[in-house]
């Protein structure tokens, strides 16, 4: 083993990666793992961490993160790294009328001069038709995943089966994927101008989006992606239903990849009555069935991601339901709302939750092995999680601009205690003490692996 001095020296942790869990010391050096072993307490280190009882972590890597609402890239950036999160994949839209180009310019401009965590971009496409031309020269910016939303169509968001294809097609002879918003949003547009009406139109939102026009806007874009040999993902899947195409995609092993979010598996749509708009999030949060069906998909690999879909929007809870906006905050608690649903209550074991949370993340969109696990040559971005510290998550305790949390009251049992990325400080002492600017940008520029995690 090299001599030189560790740059940040763990020791007495149980590591965690996507291959299983042992006790082992961690050492860095110049930003990357330089080793794993059991004991390391005597070799020479600039700075000694003791770890001892805690759980030692990849840092997680949130792949759906909107830092166009009240939180911009830079508090996005901050918010996820008060929950353990080290790497943001953000989105870029283009909404109507503007370029694409010049949007993912601006954000990845914006981020390396601010974001305190490293970073990857996705394209957001709000007007297809014009914007999908684009999309070739977005990838020399080392952009590689485009999204397309086949909801919304009365917002003039929609993308039509035509321009899904064409873009599909640039993508796969690029090495890039698409990202879906799948539901169908014409059906929904008459649901909502059928059922959505009057001070209690939010009793009906749930019936306005049904499960079954989610999964048929999945099983519509497993068929493109298909046709034009385009790999997909799937984002925020809230059904059982959903999962059908998904498990068969998956069983014929198409490069189709599939996420959930913490709301979906940990809330209920009578969430709705209790906050009102608060929890108005689209795919909407479903049944008690639906979230058990959820965790099992998870569990058995169907379900490949769990993000956070961080969408924070000021809203009036209990005003007109159809003028407040889709979204919530959540980057900030999926680690500790995935550990202690899913971990603490047997969904999932500890392997699967770092898998789903940051190695198959990582892998999926071109970050792994340099992010996504603990080894020898990968970069230094850790978490240490104290698997016995409880929590009760409060606005109050909370960072985003949003002003409020679904979780309101909700203690959990685990919470993260320090992070670092690339072995430099981003928590510590329960504040985030990295600077803007810190984070530096990861172009993805390889193409996900061809068979499903």
């Given amino acids: 083993?090299?001599?030189?001095?560790?740059?940040?020296?763990?020791?007495?942790?149980?590591?965690?990666?996507?291959?299983?869990?042992?006790?082992?010391?961690?050492?860095?050096?110049?930003?990357?793992?330089?080793?794993?072993?059991?004991?390391?307490?005597?070799?020479?280190?600039?700075?000694?961490?003791?770890?001892?009882?805690?759980?030692?972590?990849?840092?997680?890597?949130?792949?759906?993160?909107?830092?166009?609402?009240?939180?911009?890239?830079?508090?996005?950036?901050?918010?996820?790294?008060?929950?353990?999160?080290?790497?943001?994949?953000?989105?870029?839209?283009?909404?109507?009328?503007e370029s694409l180009l010049e949007q993912v310019e601006r954000m990845l401009k914006d981020g390396q001069a601010r974001s305190r965590l490293d970073f990857s971009l996705h394209g957001g496409l709000f007007e297809a038709p014009r914007q999908v031309s684009e999309i070739p020269r977005v990838m020399e910016l080392g952009v590689r995943t485009f999204k397309f939303f086949l909801a919304y169509v009365k917002q003039g968001w929609y993308t039509d089966d035509y321009h899904l294809l064409k873009a599909m097609d640039i993508l796969a002879e690029r090495g890039g994927m698409a990202m879906v918003h799948a539901e169908n949003g014409g059906g929904i547009d008459y649901l909502e101008d059928k059922l959505m009406r009057g001070p209690d139109a939010r009793r009906f939102f749930n019936a306005s989006h049904p499960p079954a026009l989610?999964?048929?806007?999945?099983?519509?874009?497993?068929?493109?992606?298909?046709?034009?040999?385009?790999?997909?993902?799937?984002?925020?899947?809230?059904?059982?239903?959903?999962?059908?195409?998904?498990?068969?995609?998956?069983?014929?092993?198409?490069?189709?990849f599939a996420e959930t979010c913490p709301q979906y598996l940990t809330l209920t749509q009578e969430i709705l009555e209790e906050r009102g708009a608060l929890a108005k999030i689209g795919p909407p949060i479903r049944s008690a069935e639906d979230r058990i069906a959820l965790w099992q998909a998870l569990a058995d690999g169907i379900l490949s991601v769990v993000s956070s879909d961080h969408a924070p929007k000021k809203k009036d809870p209990w005003g007109d339901f159809l003028e407040q906006p889709y979204g919530a905050p959540q980057a900030e608690t999926v680690l500790p709302i995935v550990h202690n649903e899913g971990v603490n209550r047997g969904r999932i074991s500890l392997v699967r939750l770092v898998q789903v949370l940051s190695e198959n993340p990582a892998r999926i969109f071109g970050l792994y092995p340099k992010k996504g696990t603990i080894a020898v040559g990968s970069d230094a971005d850790v978490v240490v999680f104290d698997p016995r510290r409880e929590f009760t998550i409060r606005a109050e305790n909370q960072h985003s601009a949003a002003g409020y949390t679904l979780y309101e009251g909700r203690t959990v049992l685990g919470w993260p205690v320090m992070s670092f990325q690339r072995g430099h400080r981003v928590l510590w002492e329960g504040e985030v003490v990295a600077e803007p600017g810190a984070g530096r940008f990861l172009p993805l520029l390889e193409t996900p692996p061809m068979s499903p995690l």
């Fill in 1 to 97: 083993m090299n001599t030189e001095p560790f740059d940040l020296l763990l020791i007495g942790g149980l590591v965690v990666t996507g291959e299983g869990i042992r006790r082992a010391d961690v050492g860095v050096r110049g930003e990357k793992i330089a080793a794993v072993e059991p004991d390391l307490r005597a070799h020479p280190a600039r700075e000694t961490v003791d770890v001892t009882g805690l759980l030692v972590l990849p840092g997680v890597i949130d792949v759906h993160i909107h830092p166009v609402y009240v939180d911009d890239v830079e508090a996005c950036s901050r918010v996820a790294a008060y929950g353990g999160t080290t790497t943001v994949l953000h989105f870029a839209y283009a909404r109507t009328g």
């Fill in 214 to 256: 989610e999964e048929e806007a999945i099983f519509r874009a497993i068929c493109m992606a298909e046709v034009a040999g385009c790999p997909l993902y799937i984002a925020h899947v809230t059904a059982a239903r959903s999962l059908r195409p998904i498990r068969q995609a998956r069983a014929e092993g198409r490069p189709v």
